[in-house]
């Protein structure tokens, strides 16, 4: 049974998708926490709701012992994969370490992006797109690394910009691909289908 944490600050739709998608595989995973830097955030009520218990570890001191306060959490659970959704906060090399997995020569550390990277990191990532009037955008699953939006890229989606598009129906044509390539990680999680070959990272299919 791989042990699987959400870290999120905000809404929390891909949190709430995650843990739905999860459910789908009892025997292999399971989504034991939900940690927010922020009380206030609504992910709190989507967990609660879907009976996932879910903590607020606030910034209030220093990052590495905000983080420490996390992994103490993380390890009384015996925590083995994060998922982050939508978690503001760039996490340290010293945090990600407990992460390390020697197979795949990355850490256990997952991230939905709102950009097809390299393009548009940082904040606001589809504002960024909207903005610059791509005829293309999409969203991209990565492992995490020290860097800002680097790490090795498992998945991406991509969607046209229709000529009608607004902000907010070309955001929501890329929630709906966030929460697909969520969903192929789960389930490439879920059968131990994430691989390495060389150089590249890779999630397999069924
Ligand atoms: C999502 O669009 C996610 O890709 C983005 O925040 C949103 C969270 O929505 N993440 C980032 O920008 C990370 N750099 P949600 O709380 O409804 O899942």
């Given at each position: 049974?791989?042990?699987?944490?959400?870290?999120?600050?905000?809404?929390?739709?891909?949190?709430?998708?995650?843990?739905?998608?999860?459910?789908?595989?009892?025997?292999?995973?399971?989504?034991?926490?939900?940690?927010?830097?922020?009380?206030?955030?609504?992910?709190?009520?989507?967990?609660?709701?879907?009976?996932?218990?879910?903590?607020?570890?606030?910034?209030?001191?220093?990052?590495?012992?905000?983080?420490?306060?996390?992994?103490?959490?993380?390890?009384?659970?015996?925590?083995?994969?994060?998922?982050?959704?939508?978690?503001?906060?760039?996490?340290?090399?010293?945090?990600?370490?407990?992460?390390?997995?020697?197979?795949?020569?990355?850490?256990?550390?997952?991230?939905?992006?709102?950009?097809?990277?390299?393009?548009?990191?940082?904040?606001?990532?589809?504002?960024?797109?909207?903005?610059?009037?791509?005829?293309?955008?999409?969203?991209?699953l990565h492992l995490?690394?020290?860097?800002?939006?680097?790490?090795p890229i498992l998945r991406?989606?991509?969607?046209?910009?229709?000529?009608?598009?607004?902000?907010?129906?070309?955001?929501?044509?890329?929630?709906?691909?966030?929460?697909?390539?969520?969903?192929?990680f789960?389930?490439?999680?879920?059968?131990?289908?994430?691989?390495?070959?060389?150089?590249?990272l890779?999630l397999?299919?069924?």
């Open positions: 049974m791989i042990k699987v944490a959400i870290m999120a600050s905000g809404n929390g739709s891909n949190a709430e998708n995650i843990i739905r998608v999860a459910l789908q595989y009892p025997t292999q995973l399971k989504v034991v926490v939900v940690i927010s830097d922020r009380p206030q955030a609504f992910v709190h009520t989507r967990a609660q709701e879907l009976g996932v218990p879910s903590y607020t570890v606030e910034r209030l001191k220093d990052r590495l012992q905000h983080e420490e306060e996390i992994l103490a959490l993380l390890s009384k659970l015996q925590v083995e994969w994060l998922c982050l959704a939508g978690y503001m906060r760039i996490l340290s090399g010293t945090f990600l370490q407990h992460f390390y997995d020697l197979k795949l020569q990355a850490f256990r550390v997952a991230n939905i992006h709102p950009s097809l990277l390299p393009a548009f990191p940082g904040l606001n990532g589809y504002q960024q797109a909207f903005k610059a009037q791509v005829a293309q955008a999409g969203v991209t995490v690394d020290q860097g800002v939006d680097t790490g991406q989606l991509s969607f046209d910009r229709a000529p009608d598009d607004d902000l907010t129906s070309f955001q929501q044509r890329g929630m709906e691909l966030e929460y697909q390539a969520y969903q192929e789960i389930n490439a999680l879920a059968h131990h289908l994430i691989k390495r070959d060389g150089e590249r890779y397999l299919e069924e």
